[in-house]
């Protein structure tokens, strides 16, 4: 367990690191979308044939707002709007097919919201129908989706499995009533065991359970019930997030609770300590940051062999360099470049149907950006990252240096000239190590307003 002590030093806002640079720091005054596509191309014919590419799919379409969510999406009841949205959002793919020299091969597909069972079976059926039509698949490729317990069906998990998914993550957040209740997330646990009981016997090999700890009203008592209950229904996978308190951002619907109501930072941390000692008590290792995974599962092959990847879809199995984001608000990524869609569904629909890429701004990598980004990614990843050169300035280099001295003061990594590793205790505050690398949230020193706290 982390001391309070440190629990106190180092709790302040900072990145999750699904890129860098993060969003926030984009230079979109040097972006353009033909920049964008031009990177793109680029990274497409060297990467193609190696790796392929992954899609993410974005479906922001909600029936109920819980007010723990800061993802882009609209609340309706109205279905109607099902149809021309998926439309848009095979409109924007044939956009990109069009820019492509030769046929893509995707080894990955994620379905995210919103909610993406909102959505029809028979419209999932049409999207992914679409989307693989005049492509091929890689032999091992990932296709995955997030299910909401209360309106994910056999229907919908038939059809998606029929197309070739086999991973489901289930949100699941908390199973007390009094946090359901403060997060708007009424969900009984009959709900939760009937899916995860359907999509087994359906076939599905990897299902996920989402848990959240540091939400308003949680107590050690609680988190222990929930996980509990987890346990009973053995996931293959479990994401035990950080509750990101955000309410500033626009639209984001954190005020169903008082800002009293949330844990300290060292109670939040107690939640997570207790946690993984009960995940780990039964069989579940720690992967990366806030993942779980039984051994047969291949987010913990991955890590074992070296091969575990962050992109904007958080942790995954897949080493595409080309990860193209479609929908609303959903983030592209090339390696080189990174572009956002317009955030706004109506305008995002309108612009497609002109036939214009969606892309409202985004960010060219310089090499320095890339050299950082490998190390961050290499540290959240793999808890370890080494260089040959770093091609920083004496100064730039003496204050990382000094902050990395810090760190190994504390106990939290061993580094030399040419590297570092985090040791176990530093594992709680691996998003620290990673600031210590970020150059623009250095330069800006902005962070306040722009995340959430990193215990």
Request: net charge negative; glycine share 6%; charged share 20%.
């Amino acid at each position: 367990m982390a001391d309070s002590s440190l629990i106190k030093k180092y709790d302040v806002p900072g990145p999750r690191y699904t890129s860098y640079p993060t969003v926030p720091h984009w230079k979109n005054e040097t972006f353009s979308t033909e920049k964008w596509t031009k990177s793109l191309i680029h990274t497409f014919v060297e990467t193609n044939h190696t790796s392929g590419i992954s899609l993410y799919i974005h479906l922001p379409y909600c029936e109920s707002l819980c007010t723990f969510c800061a993802c882009h999406k609209r609340i309706t009841k109205n279905h109607t709007v099902e149809l021309p949205y998926i439309q848009a959002v095979l409109k924007e793919w044939s956009l990109y097919l069009a820019l492509f020299p030769e046929k893509p091969l995707i080894s990955e597909i994620h379905l995210g919201g919103g909610t993406p069972s909102f959505f029809a079976p028979e419209m999932l059926q049409l999207l992914i129908a679409g989307i693989l039509e005049n492509v091929e698949v890689t032999a091992k490729h990932e296709f995955s989706f997030e299910g909401h317990p209360n309106n994910t069906t056999a229907e919908h998990l038939q059809t998606l499995y029929d197309l070739g998914f086999r991973r489901v993550s289930f949100g699941v957040q908390d199973y007390d009533p009094q946090v359901q209740k403060a997060i708007h997330r009424i969900q009984p646990f009959e709900n939760v065991k009937k899916v995860t009981e359907l999509a087994r016997t359906i076939g599905y090999t990897s299902v996920s359970h989402d848990l959240v700890f540091g939400l308003p009203f949680q107590k050690i008592s609680s988190v222990e019930n929930t996980i509990q209950k987890t346990l009973e229904l053995k996931p293959d996978r479990i994401a035990f997030y950080s509750y990101a308190h955000v309410p500033w951002i626009k639209g984001n619907g954190q005020r169903g609770f008082e800002d009293e109501n949330l844990p300290s930072g060292e109670e939040k941390r107690l939640l997570y300590e207790r946690g993984r000692a009960m995940f780990e008590q039964n069989n579940y290792a720690e992967i990366g940051m806030d993942h779980f995974a039984l051994p047969e599962d291949n987010l913990y092959k991955a890590q074992e062999n070296g091969s575990l990847h962050r992109n904007f879809m958080g942790y995954t199995t897949t080493q595409s360099k080309v990860l193209l984001g479609l929908g609303a608000s959903s983030i592209s990524d090339c390696w080189t470049a990174f572009a956002q869609n317009i955030k706004e569904i109506d305008t995002y629909i309108e612009t497609v149907n002109a036939g214009e890429l969606p892309v409202f701004k985004g960010h060219i990598l310089s090499n320095e950006d890339i050299f950082i980004r490998q190390q961050i990614l290499n540290i959240i990843c793999q808890l370890e990252t080494s260089w040959q050169i770093f091609d920083w300035s004496g100064q730039e280099k003496e204050i990382l240096f000094e902050k990395l001295e810090d760190f190994e003061e504390d106990g939290l990594i061993t580094f030399n000239e040419f590297g570092l590793k985090v040791l176990p205790k530093g594992k709680a505050f691996i998003r620290n190590i990673c600031m210590a690398f970020d150059k623009h949230l250095n330069q800006t020193n902005s962070q306040q307003k722009l995340f959430s706290k990193t215990i």
